[in-house]
């Protein structure tokens, strides 16, 4: 039996969504194909419309091997999965003679905590919580969210934090969530059989094609932690977003608030010595903080250089002191014990970091007008952490409507740690750029209007006049419209014309990322 050619691949996926094929589509799937046969890695920009998806998509399932996709948005992420997938592996099916198999892959934070759910949030007792929570009928929104939430758990297959509709605040979601230090771990966890991220990452171990963020790719490469499946191809859409976001995950804060948590979760599992010294370093370092200016930091001042030394070396005895000691009187003391570690250890990494220096960090003071003044540092490049970890045991391709800067992918390629095109090196790997155009001609088929009459853009989001402009130009349009805003806060009012009512996802507020 034949082999199905690429081409006769790539015309049943766009056929089967409804799509025309497009030279720059045809031209990418070839270079994508190539690149993996050739064990090789490929940047690729394809402009708005070319179908990048169908693109990359057929030339990896046609290969067989495993396939990570990481994305930067969650709305990619949804494309791809309830899309793009389930109709390109349908339509593959008769000529592959097999179904491949896919899912979508978060962090533990984004999934449901049933150990969180029915057993609470081991917490500071000013705090409550949770009271409203045990109330048989909450008056706050946060405890109606909270008995929203136990109720839906009873009903969701996937306990995805974005298959609950309407959503929640990050706080409720908080009380539901642990990150992946916080978690007891599914064999010491008494829901850990039933546990929803557990259950993401066993359906990621068994599919062809796992979708993921480019953050869970950052943890997974960077801090070494094998949180997605072994896999023999990588390909990063959005990649003009993945620099920032590995860059993001690659650093670390310290505020007096995040001490102080950390000082009080752990007051409750170690002696009071042990909690005092914490407790003096957690102050020094607060008071510090209140004459912090915004701004970057070329040296270490001397007394701060102290306070973090001092939370350094308070912090690590804590750290053994709940390591050795038990106490039964804590109530769910495995999950107290958790999360206190989890607060600790966070403030000793940063500490220590930012102490000891490094020339290739930056540090720097915030300033935010509700939460108060934090220290932070990142690395400032993260280009030999990617060349090492992201490009050295699978072929890679990166693609992305705006990968090119001054004609080339040079700028790009140095940033993820790549010689110039063509350049090969000791350690370096080889790669190559492909642009295949769009297949808008925008100067003939698009308008540019500036809707001088309005008032300049501010800070207070979407506006009644501007909705209502909005509306009149969709309605000249025939409809047709893609909005992209740079804010998610809904509108005050719907536009005068709109006729769209509870129908309307960005009135009903379905989808508070998402924009119709």
């Given at each position: 039996m034949t082999k199905p050619s690429l081409p006769e691949l790539l015309h049943a996926a766009v056929t089967a969504v409804g799509g025309t094929e497009r030279p720059g589509q045809v031209a990418m799937t070839e270079a994508v194909a190539e690149a993996i046969d050739d064990n090789a890695h490929l940047l690729v920009q394809a402009g708005t419309g070319t179908g990048k998806s169908l693109g990359y998509l057929v030339p990896a399932l046609a290969h067989g091997e495993r396939v990570v996709v990481a994305t930067a948005t969650l709305a990619l992420q949804r494309q791809l999965v309830e899309r793009d997938l389930p109709r390109t592996v349908e339509a593959l099916h008769p000529l592959l003679r097999r179904r491949p198999e896919f899912a979508m892959l978060k962090g533990r934070s984004n999934y449901l905590c049933l150990h969180r759910l029915h057993e609470g949030v081991p917490q500071e007792e000013e705090d409550g919580l949770f009271d409203q929570f045990e109330a048989a009928a909450p008056t706050s929104k946060l405890g109606q969210d909270l008995l929203r939430m136990r109720d839906w758990a009873d009903e969701t297959?996937?306990?995805?934090?974005?298959?609950?509709?309407?959503?929640?605040?990050?706080?409720?979601?908080?009380?539901?969530?642990?990150?992946?230090?916080?978690?007891?771990?599914?064999?010491?966890?008494?829901?850990?059989?039933?546990?929803?991220?557990?259950?993401?990452?066993?359906?990621?171990?068994?599919?062809?094609?796992v979708v993921t963020n480019h953050a869970l790719l950052?943890?997974?490469?960077?801090?070494?932690?094998?949180?997605?499946?072994?896999?023999?191809?990588?390909?990063?859409?959005?990649?003009?977003?993945?620099?920032?976001?590995?860059?993001?995950?690659?650093?670390?804060?310290?505020?007096?608030?995040?001490?102080?948590?950390?000082?009080?979760?752990?007051?409750?599992?170690?002696?009071?010595?042990?909690?005092?010294?914490?407790?003096?370093?957690?102050?020094?370092?607060?008071?510090?903080?209140?004459?912090?200016?915004?701004?970057?930091?070329?040296?270490?001042?001397?007394?701060?250089?102290?306070?973090?030394?001092?939370?350094r070396d308070a912090a690590r005895n804590v750290i053994s002191a709940i390591g050795s000691t038990r106490d039964k009187s804590v109530q769910d003391e495995d999950a107290v014990r958790k999360q206190a570690l989890a607060a600790v250890e966070s403030i000793h990494g940063v500490a220590e970091r930012i102490a000891n220096g490094s020339e290739y960090d930056v540090v720097w003071f915030e300033r935010h007008d509700r939460y108060g003044a934090s220290l932070r540092v990142a690395p400032l490049s993260v280009s030999g952490l990617l060349r090492e970890k992201l490009f050295s045991e699978r072929s890679v391709v990166l693609t992305s409507a705006t990968l090119k800067l001054g004609g080339d992918f040079n700028g790009v390629g140095a940033s993820l740690g790549l010689s110039p095109e063509g350049v090969e090196g000791e350690d370096v790997p080889v790669w190559k750029g492909l642009d295949v155009g769009s297949p808008f001609d925008y100067p003939k088929q698009g308008i540019l209007y500036v809707a001088r009459q309005l008032a300049t853009p501010g800070r207070e989001g979407s506006r009644s006049d501007m909705m209502d402009e909005l509306a009149e130009l969709i309605e000249a349009a025939g409809g047709r419209t893609l909005g992209l805003f740079s804010s998610m806060r809904p509108p005050k009012r719907r536009p005068r014309n709109c006729a769209a009512g509870s129908a309307c996802r960005s009135c009903s507020r379905v989808r508070k990322r998402s924009v119709s």
């Open positions: 297959e996937t306990g995805d934090r974005d298959d609950l509709t309407p959503g929640v605040s990050d706080r409720a979601w908080g009380q539901v969530s642990v990150s992946s230090r916080e978690c007891l771990g599914a064999s010491k966890c008494a829901y850990g059989a039933e546990c929803f991220a557990e259950a993401a990452r066993e359906r990621a171990k068994l599919a062809d094609v950052a943890i997974d490469a960077i801090e070494g932690a094998p949180v997605l499946p072994q896999h023999e191809v990588l390909i990063v859409d959005e990649a003009h977003e993945l620099v920032s976001r590995v860059t993001g995950v690659a650093t670390g804060e310290l505020s007096p608030g995040q001490v102080n948590r950390a000082v009080r979760r752990a007051a409750k599992l170690v002696d009071e010595k042990v909690a005092d010294a914490l407790q003096t370093a957690a102050e020094s370092f607060e008071r510090l903080m209140e004459l912090a200016l915004p701004g970057r930091l070329e040296e270490i001042p001397e007394d701060l250089g102290y306070a973090l030394m001092a939370l």
